[in-house]
């Protein structure tokens, strides 16, 4: 896993919106929590049995420690995550309500990743290579990230790619369109599928990415998945579940679906288990209190329905 990490400050309630004017407000939960879209989804994947090894920057302080601390008591290697001696580590404050949330980040050290910090012999022995929040590290990471991805495809092994959300609003760049040619799975949510491909719906969208031979799996939430391949479409859904908190689920679907590709499932099928995860993860509060481990997210993933989309 490649991007970032970062502890998450969560806020949990049905009012959450902050009152200005030095008015004190009472939540009903708020706790500090394993965050960062990579290091979440190192987690995740790590539940699911697989082995994990993050490469991310970090601040040398307290908040840096609390994320190695609990990514290695995750089972999660962090020997390639970097520690700036000069900068702070990154930090999230999540405002959650349920089904949606509002996000403040401070990048901090997280935006000093750069190509030179993926370790070479790293790339060289592993199977899969799984990059998220592009845009975070989009001026550090992304002038090198097309040819990290494609020295992993070189080894032999398969990338990934979660772009996440764009804070800056601009999507699309010749370094991103670079990096997506080299991701052999490109996993957008549904507003950040739209925002990539300028298309009106995700069917459209998915047809959009889907392009060079490269697959897609957009995250619907609670409708499920839609995957794409060349011009098949394919919605993968499951049987409802009620969420405590939203945060995380679509890294621990990335999770899923990764661990699935690694099993040899063919990409509705990965799908699938990456959408058990995904909803399982909602179960409590932040990314990873319940991310599952296999069996559980496995007996999920048998009710799944795939059902063939028509081209819009």
């Known amino acids: 896993m490649i991007g970032d990490c970062n502890p998450d400050v ?11 004017g030095q008015q004190e407000k009472l939540v009903e939960h708020l706790s500090l929590v394993i ?33 190695l601390d609990q990514l290695a008591s995750e089972g999660v290697d962090t020997h390639a ?12 404050v999540a405002l959650s309500r349920g089904g949606d949330r509002a996000i403040l980040t ?24 799984h990059v998220s929040s592009y845009f975070l590290l989009a ?16 080894s032999g092994a398969t990338t990934s790619l979660d772009t996440n959300w764009d804070p800056a609003g601009h999507w699309r760049d010749e370094r991103l369109s670079a990096a997506i040619g080299q991701a052999d799975v490109l996993l957008p949510n549904e507003a950040e599928a739209l925002a990539l491909s300028g298309a009106d719906s995700p069917e459209a969208a998915a047809l959009a990415l889907a392009t060079g031979g490269s697959r897609l799996a957009v995250k619907l939430g609670e409708r499920g998945a839609l995957c794409a391949e060349g011009s098949l ?37 990965a799908a699938a288990l990456g959408c058990a995860a995904g909803a399982l993860s909602t179960g409590a509060p932040g990314g990873t209190a319940s991310a599952p481990r296999l069996p559980a997210a496995a007996e999920l993933a048998q009710h799944a329905v795939v059902e063939s989309v028509q081209r819009p």
Not at 81 to 92: C, I, K, L, N, S
Not at 140 to 151: D, H, K, W
């Open 106 to 129: 401070a990048l901090g050290a997280m935006a000093s990743l750069t190509a030179a910090d993926v370790p070479l012999s790293l790339l060289a022995s592993t199977r899969h290579v």
């Open 139 to 154: 001026d550090c990471l992304g002038p090198g990230l097309a040819a990290i991805l494609a020295s992993a495809r070189a």
């Open 233 to 269: 479409l394919r919605h993968v859904s499951l049987p409802p579940v009620t969420p405590v908190d939203t945060t995380g689920a679509g890294d621990c679907f990335n999770a899923g679906l990764i661990a699935g590709l690694l099993q040899g499932l063919a990409l509705p099928q």
């Open 10 to 20: 969560l806020v949990l309630g049905q009012d959450v919106t902050p009152a200005f």
């Open 35 to 67: 965050g960062g879209s990579a290091a979440i989804t190192a987690v995740a994947a790590a539940r699911l049995g697989v082995r994990v090894a993050l490469v991310a920057a970090v601040g040398a302080d307290p908040a840096g420690s609390f994320m």
């Open 81 to 92: 995550v970097a520690r700036r001696e000069d900068q702070p580590t990154g930090m999230t």
